[in-house]
Nanobody, 115 residues
Framework: QVQLVESGGGLVQAGGSLRLSCAAS????????MGWYRQAPGKQRELVAE???????TYADPVKGRFTISRDNAKNTVYLQMNSLKPEDTAVYYC?????????WGQGTQVTVSS
């Protein structure tokens, strides 16, 4: 089992920044993907940014150049630095880890960007 706890969401004005954190615990070996997804009201959950293994990262096109994913392996924590936020970034942001073929999700953290 892998437990994920997100933090750092909140309300911010357009153009502002937030940093999300995802602390992982439990059985950490053989985690081959870890990253961030988001779900806006009435929309499907979508990828934001993810470590895909081998040190590579993937970003969704709408966030490229504005968001940066990083990690601290010693703390088993993944971060999402979000800059130049837009109202369309408003969503619940979820941390996801894939261990072998099983996906684990955090409870989500709300990010609201006002115009």
């Amino acid at each position: 089992q892998v437990q994920l706890v997100e933090s750092g969401g909140g309300l911010v004005q357009a153009g502002g920044s937030l940093r999300l954190s995802c602390a992982a615990s439990g059985i950490m070996f053989r985690i081959n993907r870890m990253g961030w997804y988001r779900q806006a009201p009435g929309k499907q959950r979508e990828l934001v940014a993810e470590f895909t293994g081998g040190g590579t990262t993937t970003y969704a096109d709408p966030v490229k150049g504005r968001f940066t994913i990083s990690r601290d392996n010693a703390k088993n924590t993944v971060y999402l630095q979000m800059n130049s936020l837009k109202p369309e970034d408003t969503a619940v942001y979820y941390c996801k880890a894939r261990r072998v073929s099983t996906d684990y999700w955090g409870q989500g953290t709300q990010v609201t960007v006002s115009s």
